[in-house]
């Protein structure tokens, strides 16, 4: 179930976030919930495991892939198109 949230964020910050969220052809809500989510799993994983901060700051920022997927056939293509120009 979604829940309406209220927060306070600079202006400019806000500006920023919609301008990067639309040339990625996502929601701002979409963007605040994944970081939300990655905050949360997270702190409750006790593993050894750490995530870099890097791979923290691009958390969420690639669109998920349709499971019916080809990855055979797009490698296909796209060595096609290195190779047999």
């Known amino acids: 179930?979604?829940?309406?949230l209220t927060l306070t964020v600079d202006k400019d910050v806000i500006d920023a976030a919609k301008k990067y969220a639309?040339?990625?052809g996502r929601s701002l809500s979409g963007i605040i919930e994944e970081y939300l989510k990655?905050?949360?799993q997270h702190k409750s994983?006790?593993?050894d495991f750490e995530i870099s901060p890097?791979?923290?700051s691009l958390w969420g920022s690639v669109k998920p892939i349709p499971e019916s997927t080809d990855y055979k056939e797009i490698l296909?293509?796209?060595l096609a198109k290195k190779y047999l120009k």
């Open 1 to 4: 179930m979604n829940t309406k």
């Open 22 to 24: 639309k040339s990625n």
């Open 38 to 40: 990655s905050l949360v």
């Open 45 to 47: 994983e006790d593993s």
């Open 54 to 56: 890097l791979v923290q």
């Open 76 to 78: 296909a293509e796209e």
